[in-house]
């Protein structure tokens, strides 16, 4: 059922309104958003060396919500081929024919600009522009041009994921310092291991639908070796924002001690030669170990 | 929207394709060096303030570690994945592909050169 026979329901094709308003949620993907806007609100604690003002975080945290829910939508948009063939993503609202394309591209768009509007009037321009400058990231780059032609998909498409410290820090202060800069690259660097773990679990379907991720072309031994390593290079960089002195004692130890269970994580990963179980700890870890990590960063700024 | 090339096509990708055996690194070594450097740190961390910004000494220690795990882990990912560099699809080239292994590790090393002369 498409979009444009919802306002003129029959018995035979009924939509309900309820069921309509949850597909247009699914389409913003709630559940990967939750640990952006983690990142958003901790670099507000940041920036602002402290706590910022409540209503601040509730608009950067809407818009942010906005921005992220329309650049996932439009990236359905796009992905719908493909989705269409991957058990993991079949049932999404256009592929299942819940939400036409045309219709999900209009939700997608509104999204985004009321986005860039949430964030300007209620935070700095800067913050909306940046926000702005993640969505063009993850269309364009990531979804239209890296996803289908490189290995490296995912790491340079970081870089999408990784903006919304940004609009976190830039929504307190107007602009960005050293330290905004570091949050970012905690983010990128954290993809290529996060997202290397999920991929082993997934590489079925991405080798379905053509997508060249790095165990579909060149298998999960190599893959597990790329995630051990990227791990080290981004302990390396979470250590940073205290040789910057932007964060303090409690973050590094916070940072060294999650830094070391994740390598062994992603050292137990190399040794299990094909076992799914370490490549699913392994991403599951990687959740809790941004989103813990950025908690710390912020709790240290307050304490 | 780009078009896959026939290395991606799903008729002719598998999941036990692989295109390379990729050199392993001395594994063990590294991880055990990772975990060393990791206990320094620590050991840094409990020797500076309990709160508040380290000492300037604190934070020249916690650089060259972070440069030594940066160091570490790039040149063994640059190693390994160097004979990843052949474009997949009409859409990468070599020069892409090459462009996109370095890009990050280049990134990171202005990072680290870019802490320490604030921290100069």
Redesign the interface.
């Known amino acids: 059922m498409t979009l444009e026979n919802v306002n003129t329901p029959t018995p035979a094709n009924r939509h309900p309104a309820h069921t309509l308003a949850r597909d247009l949620i699914i389409l913003t993907k709630p559940r990967i958003i939750s640990l952006l806007l983690l990142t958003t609100i901790c670099a507000m604690f940041a920036a602002a060396q402290g706590v910022p003002s409540g209503w601040l975080i509730i608009w950067a945290l809407v818009g942010g919500y906005m921005s992220a829910g329309g650049a996932n939508t439009i990236n359905q948009f796009?992905d719908r081929?493909i989705d269409a063939?991957m058990g993991r993503t079949e049932r999404r609202p256009i592929v299942a024919g819940r939400i036409s394309a045309t219709w999900a591209l209009a939700w997608g768009l509104v999204l985004v600009a009321a986005s860039v509007l949430v964030l300007g009037f209620g935070t700095t321009w800067a913050a909306a522009g940046l926000s702005l400058l993640g969505v063009v990231l993850y269309v364009f780059l990531y979804t239209?041009?890296?996803k289908?032609?490189?290995?490296?998909n995912i790491?340079?498409g970081g870089a999408a994921g990784a903006v919304p410290p940004l609009v976190g820090w830039a929504a307190v202060t107007g602009d960005l310092s050293?330290g905004a800069?570091?949050l970012f690259?905690i983010v990128?660097?954290w993809t290529p291991p996060h997202f290397w773990a999920l991929a082993l679990m997934l590489?079925?379907d991405y080798?379905?639908?053509?997508?060249?991720m790095l165990p579909?072309?060149?298998?999960d031994?190599?893959t597990r070796?790329?995630v051990?390593?990227?791990?080290?290079?981004m302990?390396?960089?979470t250590?940073?924002p205290?040789?910057?002195?932007t964060a303090?004692?409690?973050y590094?130890?916070v940072a060294?001690?999650l830094?070391?269970v994740f390598?062994y994580m992603a050292?137990q990963l190399?040794r299990s030669q094909g076992e799914g179980r370490w490549a699913s700890i392994t991403f599951h870890y990687s959740l809790a170990y941004l989103a813990l990590l950025f908690v710390a960063l912020a709790v240290d700024t307050v304490? | 929207m780009p078009s896959l090339g026939t290395s991606c096509n799903p008729e002719t990708v598998t999941d036990v394709t692989i295109l390379a055996t990729v050199p392993r690194p001395s594994v063990p070594v590294t991880c055990a060096v990772g975990l060393a450097v990791l206990l320094t740190t620590a050991a840094t961390a409990s020797a500076s303030s309990a709160t508040g910004v380290a000492s300037s000494g604190a934070r020249w220690a916690v650089l060259v570690i972070a440069a030594a795990l940066v160091a570490v882990g790039g040149l063994a990912i640059i190693r390994t994945m160097w004979g990843m560099r052949a474009p997949l699809t009409p859409g990468a080239t070599a020069g892409t592909e090459t462009l996109w292994l370095l890009l990050p590790l280049a990134a990171g090393i202005a990072l680290l050169v870019w802490t320490g002369m604030g921290i100069a």
């Open positions: 796009v081929d063939i239209l041009w890296l289908r032609t490189t290995i490296h790491v340079i050293f800069v570091l690259a990128f660097f590489k079925r080798s379905e639908a053509g997508v060249p579909v072309v060149y298998g031994a190599a070796v790329q051990l390593l990227w791990t080290i290079v302990v390396g960089i250590l940073l205290v040789a910057a002195g303090g004692a409690i590094l130890v060294v001690i830094g070391a390598l050292w190399l304490a």
